[in-house]
């Protein structure tokens, strides 16, 4: 990608003017705050998401704020075709790819043993097996330039009782995301993680733990999608263009304090 000025207007105003970026599970919480800082710095965006509506919707609210183009594509990411449709929906439609978002998440809360099969491979075929199978088609698929950003989870790094599946994929894409640094570099794709803390979403707010008072939250630990937002962003333009393999903890400092 050709490195492009920000403008006076703002910092990095405009860094994704006309190019195009595919933003998972775009439909609500961290992908539509995404979706959005994306569409407001110019980008031309496909919105992926198994809610086909929610993702339209999202779709339609851009184009009417004003996005040079927004395309919402059904797309369950556990799917490698789905993901291999996806990225060729892009080039169909502009005739390149940018940069990609894995951010479609699943969470579950049980014990570790209450899991049976099914629960433990539905959290990894969203969580980790949506991100290599999208990773793999922008491989093979991109110019030297493009930029994928894995949102995974502080939750990889230090975690809480009855996340266990959920835990362990996000470890899993942060290995993941070390490795396809590696093997994207000589291809000039870069790839990087950003592990959010504890962010305003459906998703925080339905923790039993929380609801229970067995886990308690400082006001202050909690984020907006849009600080996630913000440093995905930063981490598929040309300002981190030196940086790759790197995992980027977007929590206020909460696993900072001992």
Known sequence: MT????????????RFHDRVVIVTGAAGGIGRATAQRF???GARLLLADFDADGAGRVAEALRQSGAADAL???CD?????????????????HGRLDALVNNAGLMIFKP??????TDLLRVLRVDFFGAFWFTKHVFRRCAPGAAIVNVAS???LQTTPLVAAYAAAKAALLSFTRSAAIEGKPKGVR????LPGAIETPMLRENPNLRSGAERLDPADVGRPEDIAAAVAWLASDDAAFVTGTELRVDGGRLARL
């Open 3 to 14: 490195p492009r000025a920000a403008s006076a207007d703002g910092a990095g105003a405009g």
């Open 77 to 93: 990411v556990a799917s490698e075709a789905d993901a291999e449709r996806t990225v060729e929906a892009a080039f169909a439609r």
């Open 191 to 194: 790839v990087n993680a950003v």
């Open 39 to 41: 569409a407001a710095e």
């Open 154 to 156: 502080v939750h990889a």
């Open 112 to 117: 570790i043993e209450a899991h049976d099969e």
């Open 72 to 74: 919402a594509v059904p």
